[in-house]
Each structure stands twice: as C-alpha cells, then as structure tokens.
C-alpha cells in the first residue's frame, strides 16, 4: 500500500526502534514577514494557510512556492500520542529545519536550536503523555541578513552563478518515538579490520545499577554477542570478535552490512530498551600520497553532488531520486561523491552504504563571505563548530563515507595576524580528528589551507584545455602541486607538505544543446552558466571529458578527483544529466573515460 505521507521512511537507519510516527505531512502554516510573530500571538491561534512538510515553502511540492525573502515562518499541528506509548517518554524529532529553530509543545518552550543542516530533539517528558493530544508549533528564522552557513542558498533575489533557490524552515523528516526511562541514545561503531572486530559504544540515558547492555551482529556465517555491565561506565562500550569466516570487509565491489541489534536489560533480565542498526568493517589508511581503503589504493573517482531537485530543492521529493542519483552516477563511471554544501538526508548515506558508493561529509559553511575588510572577510561563526559536531554525531556510523570535509574555498589571503577564520578552521579540524579518529580529514576544500597537519591537500581547477590543465598539474611529483592562490599571486594556503592530493572541483563543462544552438559564445550567469568556454558540440564535450580526466587518472601521485557536476541546478548547465536528470550524454563514453585507471 502506498503511503499518502511524504518521505514515510524512518529517518534514522542505524537506531530504529519499533515504537515512532511519521509527523510529514499537511500543518498549519504562515509567514511571519517581520519576524513579528511571538507578539502577535502565532505562537497561541491558528495559522492562516496550509503546508505539506518536510518540503520548504519555497518548494513547488510544499504547495506554497514563496521565492521572496521570509524572515520567519511559523508551523503548526495538533498531533495524538498513542495510547500504546503508555509508560514510555516521547521524544521529538526535526531532521534539519533551517534556520534558528524555536519548538513550542500545548505552549511550553520545548528546544531551541541553531543551524539548517543539522538534526536537533526535544524530550516532552512532563510536557505531554501518551494518549494526549500535543499541539506542537515551530518558528524558524531565517534572516538574509545574519552571518551564517547557507550553502549554496543565495542572499539575493534571483539565482546566478551556483548560488540557489532559499530553503526556509522545515525541510526534513519530523518524527516522534518512544522511549524508555533508561534508554540508548545513540550508537558508535567503530570498525577494526586489523583484528576483525567492531567496537559498539551506548551512550544511555541512565546508569541504573544491575542494567546490562548486550549487541548482536548478524549476516555473516555466524550470530556474534557480547555484552558489558551498563551501571559502572558512563558510555558502555562492547567489542564484537568476527571469525574470519565470517569476515566480510565492505567495499565498493561488496558492500556488506552487517544486522546490528543492541539490547538493554534490568536486573531481572527483561528487556529495557532494544534498537535495530546495521554495521561494517572498513578500514582507511594513508601511505604518503596513497589513500587505502582496506590496505587497497582505490582510485576515487568522484562527482560533485549538490542535492538539489527542481520541484522540492534540498529536500529530495521521494526515496527513489536518492537511489536515483546514486545509480545515476555510478552508470556515468563515478565510485563516490562528494556531497557538496550541503548535509545530505541520512537516507542518502544508508542507500550509499548498501550500494557501496563512497562519500566525502562536508558542511555548508558558505554564507560568511565578503563580510569584513581584506584579510579578515571570512567571517565563520561558533555554531559553525557546533553544527559541524552534530553532522559528525550522526553520520559517523556511516561506512560509505571515507573522509570529511568541513569547509570549502574559504579564500581569504594569509598575512601576519591570525583571524577568526583560523580559529574555526583549526576547531573544526581539530573536532574532527576528535570525533572521527579513523577518516581522513581535508581542512578546507580547495582554499584557504589553515592547517599545516591536514590529513589531504587538494585544489579547485576550471583549467578547459587540456594541454594546459596537464601543465598545470604535473608539479605534484616533485611535491609543487598546484596551490589556488589569489590571482596577483598572494597565499591563500600554507605550503603543500607531501600528503595524498586530489583536484577536488574540476571540468564544470558548459553545454546544453539547445542553448548551444542559439549563441556559440557569450553568457547570461542568470539564466546559463558553466566554467570556460561552452563547447560547441556534443563531439567537444567528449573530447574536452576525455582529455581533463586523462590528465588525472594518467597521474600516478593523484589519488582521485571530483568531477563538477552530477546534474545541471538551475542556471547551471555543467551537469552530465539535466536538472530533472534526463541524460545529456552517452553514458558509455562517460563511464569508458574514466575507467582507463582501473574498472572499480
């Protein structure tokens, strides 16, 4: 039977519990123009028109359509906790809601969050109980006016150049699920190829004394447990022991999952709280300019990914046109992406992990731009560390994803001072490492280079000949790669110090054939753009393709690349599929090009 609720799948693949509902679907809805709304009473009467959630009303799907500029919108809904939920508390889930986030639940301030990309929660232990109604109501806030991480929505009206239609307020899944007293909050798996074994962490929500925690791994040859006392270590950890027959590394050519079921008990034995998740073993690792994936150099071949839909923008209208793109982009030759400027569904990274697609992390740090003075007109903020945490908290578990990149081309010059941009950039590094000791971390994509330690050092090259992009490429093996710097020459990086590089933007071919038929040359950034020259021919793309690949995959000291872009988005026509992905190219040819390194 099909489901009349958009997006009806659990949000969360790896902590699935049986007892949740689906909030998406029709809520009250209004625009608050002067962010004027708690004065005039939003936050208490009903809302003047309706929309469907999680698509933003910007969205054709959200059936609002509003382009223009909303300092704030207000969501409204009246929702009954089932009876069956009786002894239990009931949390409340916002998958990304963009801006500031204010949640009122029956008129009670329940969470307030800051960030658009990120998850955030808000526990109604003693606000509603089960078999009562909750009238739940959101204000988001999102000014043009204010310092912070946008991504790709643009701060002007109309879209140009690779800035985009706003997102505003909610955008992902809402959900609710309930929960024990003593509870798991979240999972942490860490794989360990080495001695074939996955570390289990359990943060709970309690310590209670003779409570025990206990995992099961299953899918291999053999059911695996372990188990470990939950009333002594404030996080119980638990080390799953893989017989080699039962070893299934995860890799691009066998994506293996593993069943993950990890179970609390009382004293007595009962069962407490029980969670469903999945797990792998993969292992990454560098060796001078070598990228390892489970002891293995794998050539990356990536594509760069906006995440964007003409009819519902970041939020994708429908589970299928998240496998879509994926298998899209694999059909065209590509191993991976790059999720470009923007915090992807965690439904996209389930389908990457179950269909062995690798993926860069990275968050959408544009939006602080060109906000003070020469120097020091980057201008990131404290919750930039903050979101980029949560990011980090949720899709670490994630074994697709094989390195993370918290920051793209934050061009701002190097001088005698340090500025706020080398405070964030070094915490967010730093974070990183923190978090995720077992991936690799890039502390700022293609510039400006803060960290002297950066685990991979890449660059952004729009180079269309060639000729000249080889060139441009070939002093990586004598360790003088090429470095973007500003164009009269001054440093935007500290020096190149041997790691594994990647050209991580390049290509960015012009071509639409119908425009191509029009004008040979010129361009409107409004309504077309794309990088160099537009080819004149379909013939001229798959030339220039062939070339700028070759110059890559023919290098033996690159350890991948990521090719701009998987789809045209809107003004952009530099995708290899259109906006509604209908296929531009033979896909033949595109795969054959970039396969001449290996066939993986």
Not at 16 to 42: C, H, P, Q, Y
Not at 168 to 174: D, E, L, P
Not at 582 to 588: E, G, I
Request: proline share 5%; glycine share 8%.
């Amino acid at each position: 039977m099909t489901s009349t609720i958009p997006k009806p799948e659990h949000p969360r693949p790896q902590l699935v519990r049986d007892k949740w509902m689906n909030l998406n679907g029709t809520w009250g809805f209004e625009i608050d123009a002067g962010d004027s709304g708690l004065e005039r009473g939003l936050a208490t009467r009903e809302l003047n028109n309706r929309i469907l959630v999680p698509f933003a009303p910007e969205s054709v799907l959200s059936g609002i359509g509003n382009v223009d500029f909303m300092e704030a919108v207000w969501y409204r809904r009246m929702v009954t906790i089932p009876q069956e939920w009786s002894g239990h508390s009931v949390l409340l889930h916002f998958g990304a809601v963009d801006h500031d986030a204010t949640v009122w639940v029956n008129g009670v301030e329940v969470a307030r969050h800051r960030g658009g990309f990120t998850p955030f929660t808000a526990d109604l232990g003693g606000v509603v109980e089960p078999g009562a109604d909750a009238v739940i109501v959101v204000r988001a806030r999102d000014s043009r006016h204010e310092l912070q991480a946008r991504g790709k929505q643009a701060t002007w009206y109309n879209n140009t150049h690779c800035q985009y239609t706003r997102t505003t307020g909610i955008w992902q899944t809402v959900w609710m699920e309930a929960v024990p007293e003593v509870y798991i909050k979240r999972l942490r798996m860490t794989p360990h190829l080495a001695d074939s074994s996955i570390t289990v962490e359990v943060p709970l929500s309690q310590n209670r004394v003779g409570h025990t925690v206990s995992a099961v791994l299953t899918g291999g040859t053999e059911r695996i447990e372990a188990s470990a006392r939950a009333d002594l270590d404030l996080t119980p950890s638990l080390r799953l022991s893989i017989p080699a027959d039962s070893l299934r590394p995860w890799s691009i050519q066998d994506p293996f999952l593993y069943g993950l079921e990890v179970t609390v008990r009382d004293g007595s034995g009962e069962v407490v709280d029980r969670v469903g998740s999945y797990a792998a073993v993969r292992s990454i690792a560098l060796d001078g300019k070598v990228v390892r994936i489970n002891g293995e150099a794998v050539f990356q071949r990536l594509v760069l990914d906006q995440g964007y839909w003409p009819e519902s923008l970041m939020t994708s209208p429908d589970e299928g046109a998240l496998v879509k793109d994926i298998e899209l982009s694999m059909a065209a030759g590509f191993n991976g992406a790059r999720l470009h400027q923007k915090v992807f569904e965690e439904r996209f990274l389930y389908h990457a992990d179950r269909l062995g697609y690798l993926v860069w992390g990275e968050f959408g740090d544009w939006g602080v731009s060109g906000s003070g003075t020469v120097g020091h007109n980057q201008q990131p903020t404290a919750s930039f560390v903050a979101q980029w945490l949560e990011v980090l908290q949720r899709d670490v578990n994630h074994p697709s994803i094989i390195g993370w990149c918290p920051l793209n081309e934050t061009h701002q010059i190097l001088h005698d001072r340090l500025t706020v941009l080398d405070d964030v950039t070094q915490a967010m590094f730093l974070a990183t490492k923190l978090a995720d000791p077992t991936r690799p971390v890039i502390d700022a994509s293609g510039y400006a280079h803060r960290i002297r330690g950066t685990d991979i050092y890449d660059s952004h090259s729009y180079e269309q000949d060639p000729d000249r992009f080889r060139l441009e490429q070939q002093g990586l093996a004598e360790g003088k790669p090429y470095i973007n710097r500003k164009a009269d020459g001054e440093e935007y990086s500290v020096p190149y110090a041997g790691q594994p590089y990647f050209v991580s933007e390049f290509g960015g071919i012009w071509w639409n054939e119908e425009e191509a038929r029009q004008a040979a040359e010129g361009s409107d950034v409004s309504t077309s753009w794309g990088y160099g020259q537009r080819v004149s021919s379909e013939e001229e793309f798959y030339a220039r393709f062939d070339g700028l690949c070759g110059v890559l995959l023919e290098n033996p000291d690159m350890f991948g690349y990521c090719y701009t872009q998987l789809t045209d988005v809107f003004q952009e026509k530099n995708g290899i599929f259109t906006f509604d992905r209908t296929s531009k190219f033979d896909l033949a040819r595109i795969r054959a090009s970039q396969l001449r390194r290996d066939g993986r």
